[in-house]
């Protein structure tokens, strides 16, 4: 037998029923799926297989083979290896599913046994047929066919192994597939196992989380109050019996309060801290007994505190508890707001009330204090303003607010534009000064305080160095009003260039003075210190060098020059100059105009000279002066009085001072009784408005009157013009019974003979000037026209506005009211031109020239005010010697 014919028969797991053991149908798609196979070498074997994995799907049994059960049990324990192949399933050998699969499968194995039965037919007849002749070449063949069938068997063989390994693979992947979805069953079983666990733990862990946030809650609100208990008890544990020591509690209340206090934000910080601290622990209640989450009870929290009325859809009885307590901190945060805003608002508007907010202006006229001068300051700031559209006027003073704006408000006069801001403050904190912007102010205006001048003038003198000390430094110059002469020195010297002095009660008593000697000068000082009219403007006009004073004089249709600021003396302002003076390069014109704008320089007009009618120089005479009252610069009029008069002239001095104590305060005041060469002082005593003593005077005898506001009642402007007025009445009363009746002149019920007729005609006789403080007295004097008078707080306050607008401005008039040098004047109109002489204006300046005068202004023979800087100068005109001219020329 060949070897063909006892072919090894396989080994148990390589079993033709093992190759292909039955598989669920579902399975079939997966084995493609997990590892793609390898063309087959037997292509009916291929359809074989794929015929039988269609056969098995559409005869699934309703369970799995008991095969992938063992292999299941066989994996999951590790019975087997990938070097040992598993055991062969114990399928049975006559099963009826595995007989057709069977035949399929192994027909490969039959078509190879039949082969073999051929092929050992032919080689039998080949050896039949070659008997004997061919025994040599047969011998020859058979090594030949042994390797051939040794061969064959060989790759017959790899093919068998290949094939039964391709099936354990395919099988393998099977089981495989069957485990893992039990394993998939079993696992989502422990899941659902796992969540219900973890639901329970979760459910527990959040209960305990609500709970504690209630506890927590609870633990907060308490926590401070232990804290206050404890505070006390320790206070009361570690204090002894006799000690002065502070409790704890003490010390930290004041801290509270100090912190509350010093920093201005400390109660919205509080308010605030507090609404987020009820917001939080609200939340955590709320948390603790709803489902909510902690986000939407914070929300929930910040509702019932913004509004309490949400608490009213709260279900179930702790929301509604937690919810009220909620909206009930609420209410009450919501009332402190309330206070809290309220208080806010209340001081800002108190702060601007009170006037205790800053001034945001620049190049404004600063004010500081109050007196009765600023009615008149006011109004004349408002005047010089008006060109410019109206200007700023910030007013401080130690006063209320509102109280200073409603006294203004009472001033009858128009602003013209102008606005008044008022602050409360004193001039000497520094805090106060830049809360009116003092550094960018173009003038500071100090006025003095009623009362004591020395008292005054040393608060003035301390508002000086207050602003000398302003770190900012001042953009304007200082005008500061001073009542008595003598501290005048010590305010400059604190001030330096920056001030500039006005001594009210000096400049009041030499005004009087000149007044009472030339009756009608009053009302020119007001038209020429005012700024209705014209006033003094000082302006450089380059196109003037090189021309002398006398041309320069009839230069200017519309102004009238007064002087020179010469430039090479340091910018020194003289007055009147002479005619042959010649401008320099950088001088400037003092001139009176009506406003800084409305002149300018001409061509030269044909301006005939002329000669003075008669050159004379009018003769003093001695004359007798009475001073009513008595002021605190008695003896600064006394000297100037003596320079003026002359020799042989009495001063006549009735007022209530005793006389023994009179000649002590005057040489207090620094006056030398012994030095009077002009005038001799008689003294009398008594009260001016008592009747009797008055008519103890020859008061038809005086050539001036002057009534001075006492120094006892000067504190009060009312109290002063009532006494000054009922001496003027009580004086031309007296003078009118004394003096003869010149004219019975009848005006229906109203005649000559009456008692204001008759003081009208002592008034002819006789000058008297009245200080006047109160502006208001002014009307009543004006319409009686009993006197001339003075109207002392409203010059001062001109001469403090004109100073203000241009500093320059202090020297021309602290030169026209020294004792020397130029002054004001009225001039008789016989001593430039003859009796209906036709002239123009032009013409009358320069004769006046001759007499070194320059005349400003005329006051025709009826008319009742003079005319300063007046229009038409070059129209030609009939004057008469009876008019009068008023001129500023040296003191004689």
């Given at each position: 037998?060949?070897s ?8 148990p ?9 039955s ?5 079939s798609p997966?084995r493609t799926?997990?590892?793609p ?5 037997f292509?009916?074997?291929r359809?074989?297989?794929k ?15 008991p095969?992938?059960a063992?292999?299941a049990s066989?994996l999951?324990?590790g019975?087997?290896?990938?070097s040992q192949?598993?055991p062969p ?15 399929k499968v ?6 190879k ?19 004997g ?7 020859i ?15 017959a063989s ?15 992947q099977d ?5 893992k ?5 079993r696992?989502?079983?422990s899941?659902?196992?796992i969540d219900e666990?973890?639901s329970?733990?979760?459910?527990y862990?959040?209960?305990?989380l609500?709970n ?7 633990a907060?609100l308490s ?7 404890y505070?006390?008890?320790?206070s ?9 020591e502070?409790p704890?509690?003490?010390?930290l ?11 201005p934000?400390?109660k ?7 609404t987020l601290l ?7 209640a ?19 505190v913004?509004?309490?009325g949400?608490?009213a859809n709260s ?12 909206s ?8 402190m707001m ?6 806010a608002i209340s ?10 907010s800053e001034?945001v ?17 006011l109004n004349?700031?408002?005047i ?15 006063r209320?607010?509102?109280q ?5 408000a ?10 008044v801001?008022?602050?409360?403050g ?33 608060r003035?003198?301390?508002t ?12 304007g ?12 020195v ?8 920056l ?10 008593g030499r005004l009087?003075?000149?007044c ?11 038209d020429?210190?005012?700024f209705?009219?014209?006033?003094f ?6 196109q003037l060098?090189g021309?002398?004073?006398e041309?320069?004089?009839i230069?200017?249709?519309d ?6 600021k ?6 020194k302002?003289?007055?009147n100059?002479?005619d042959s ?5 950088g001088?400037e014109?003092?001139?009176i ?7 300018a320089?001409?061509t ?15 003769p003093?005479?001695p ?8 002021r ?10 003596d ?7 009495e001063?006549w ?8 104590e009179r000649?002590?305060k005057?040489?207090a005041?620094g006056?030398d009784?012994s ?12 009260n001016?408005?008592?009747?009797r003593n008055?008519e103890?005077?020859?008061?038809e005898s ?5 009534i001075l506001?006492?120094?006892s009642?000067?504190d ?8 000054s007025?009922?001496t ?6 007296i003078?009118a019974?004394?003096?003869?009746v010149?004219?019975?002149l009848?005006?229906?019920s109203?005649?000559?003979v009456s008692w204001?007729?008759e003081?009208q005609?002592a008034?002819?006789?006789?000058v008297?000037i009245?200080?006047?403080?109160d ?5 009543l004097?004006s ?13 001062v ?9 241009d500093?320059?401005i202090?020297?021309v008039?602290e030169e026209l009211?020294?004792?020397?040098g130029?002054?004001?004047q ?7 031109l ?6 123009n204006?032009?013409e009358i ?6 007499r070194?005068?320059i ?6 023979e009826?008319a009742?005010r003079?005319?300063?800087n007046?229009?038409?100068?070059g ?11 008023v001129?500023?020329?040296e003191?004689?």
């Amino acid at each position: 037998m060949s070897s063909f014919d006892s072919e090894p028969s396989p080994p148990p797991h390589l079993h033709r029923d093992w190759f292909f053991p039955s598989a669920p149908p579902f399975l079939s798609p997966l084995r493609t799926l997990t590892k793609p196979r390898k063309p087959s070498l037997f292509p009916s074997t291929r359809r074989a297989s794929k015929h039988y994995l269609r056969d098995s799907r559409s005869q699934r049994p309703p369970a799995a083979p008991p095969l992938l059960a063992r292999s299941a049990s066989g994996l999951s324990s590790g019975s087997f290896s990938s070097s040992q192949p598993p055991p062969p399933p114990s399928i049975p050998r006559r099963d009826q599913r595995y007989a057709g699969v069977r035949r399929k499968v192994c027909f490969d194995v039959t078509l190879k046994r039949d082969e073999k039965t051929r092929s050992d037919s032919r080689k039998s007849a080949m050896e039949h047929n070659s008997t004997g002749v061919n025994l040599g070449a047969g011998k020859i063949r058979w090594p030949a066919a042994v390797s051939t069938a040794l061969i064959i068997m060989c790759f017959a063989s790899l093919l068998h192994k290949n094939f039964s390994l391709q099936n354990q693979v395919i099988d393998l992947q099977d089981q495989l597939v069957v485990i893992k979805s039990r394993l998939q069953s079993r696992l989502v079983d422990s899941y659902l196992d796992i969540d219900e666990i973890v639901s329970h733990e979760s459910s527990y862990m959040y209960k305990s989380l609500k709970n504690s946030s209630i506890l927590l809650s609870l633990a907060m609100l308490s926590i401070p109050l232990v804290i206050i208990k404890y505070i006390d008890c320790l206070s009361m544990l570690r204090k002894p019996a006799e000690s002065e020591e502070v409790p704890l509690n003490k010390q930290l209340a004041y801290r509270v309060d100090v912190f509350l206090s010093v920093h201005p934000y400390a109660k919205p910080l509080a308010l605030l801290f507090a609404t987020l601290l009820l917001i939080c622990l609200g939340g955590l209640a709320l948390f603790g007994v709803t489902d909510d989450s902690f986000a939407d009870c914070l929300w929930l929290s910040w509702t019932y505190v913004a509004d309490s009325g949400n608490h009213a859809n709260s279900v179930g009885v702790g929301p509604k508890l937690v919810s009220i307590s909620i909206s009930f901190g609420g209410m009450l945060i919501f009332a402190m707001m309330l206070g809290l805003v309220s208080d806010a608002i209340s001081e800002k508007f108190d702060s601007l009330r009170k006037g205790k907010s800053e001034v945001v202006e620049k190049n404004h006229t600063l004010i500081l204090g109050w007196s009765d001068k600023l009615g008149s300051l006011l109004n004349q700031l408002a005047i010089a303003n008006e060109s410019l559209s109206g200007g700023i006027v910030v007013v401080m003073a130690e006063r209320d607010k509102e109280q200073m704006e409603s006294d203004i408000a009472k001033m009858e006069f128009d602003f013209k534009g102008t606005s008044v801001i008022c602050r409360s403050g004193s001039p000497l904190i520094l805090a106060d000064l830049k809360k009116v912007s003092v550094s960018k102010a173009r003038a500071i205006v100090v006025l003095a305080e009623d009362g004591n001048a020395d008292q005054s003038d040393a608060r003035a003198l301390r508002t000086v160095l207050s602003l000398t000390g302003v770190k900012e430094g001042l953009r304007g110059h200082i005008v500061v009003e001073l009542s008595d002469l003598d501290n005048e020195v010590l305010v400059k010297l604190v001030g330096g260039d920056l001030i500039e002095t006005v001594v009210a009660h000096d400049v009041i008593g030499r005004l009087m003075i000149q007044c009472a000697r030339q009756p009608g000068l009053a009302q020119i000082w007001e038209d020429i210190l005012g700024f209705e009219n014209c006033e003094f403007y000082i302006k450089r006009w380059p196109q003037l060098d090189g021309m002398h004073f006398e041309d320069v004089l009839i230069s200017f249709p519309d102004a009238i020059p007064c002087g020179i600021k010469v430039a090479s003396y340091g910018g020194k302002i003289i007055l009147n100059p002479d005619d042959s003076y010649v401008l320099q390069e950088g001088d400037e014109i003092l001139v009176i105009a009506e406003d800084d704008d409305t002149y300018a320089p001409t061509t030269l007009p044909k301006v005939g000279r002329g000669y003075l009618p008669k050159d004379f120089v009018l003769p003093k005479s001695p004359e007798n002066i009475l001073f009513c009252g008595w002021r605190r610069d008695m003896e600064d009029m006394i000297m100037v009085l003596d320079a003026f008069l002359a020799p042989g002239s009495e001063l006549w001095m009735f007022n209530d001072v005793p006389e023994n104590e009179r000649a002590g305060k005057l040489e207090a005041g620094g006056l030398d009784l012994s030095r009077l060469e002009n005038i001799t002082l008689v003294n009398r005593e008594g009260n001016a408005v008592i009747r009797r003593n008055l008519e103890s005077l020859p008061l038809e005898s005086f050539n001036s009157i002057l009534i001075l506001a006492d120094e006892s009642v000067e504190d009060s402007a009312i109290q002063a013009d009532s006494r000054s007025l009922a001496t003027l009445l009580l004086i031309r009363d007296i003078q009118a019974k004394r003096l003869p009746v010149v004219s019975h002149l009848h005006r229906g019920s109203f005649s000559q003979v009456s008692w204001i007729g008759e003081m009208q005609q002592a008034s002819v006789k006789s000058v008297i000037i009245s200080e006047i403080l109160d502006p208001r007295t002014k009307n009543l004097l004006s319409m009686s026209k009993i006197s001339d008078y003075v109207l002392s707080n409203e010059l001062v306050s001109m001469a403090l506005a004109m100073v203000a607008e241009d500093r320059q401005i202090n020297d021309v008039l602290e030169e026209l009211f020294a004792e020397e040098g130029n002054e004001m004047q009225i001039r008789s109109a016989d001593l430039y031109l003859r009796e209906e002489e036709e002239m123009n204006f032009f013409e009358i300046i320069l004769r006046a020239r001759q007499r070194k005068e320059i005349v400003i202004g005329y006051r025709l023979e009826n008319a009742e005010r003079a005319i300063i800087n007046p229009p038409g100068k070059g129209v030609r005109r009939r004057w008469s010697s009876r008019d009068i001219f008023v001129v500023i020329a040296e003191k004689e």
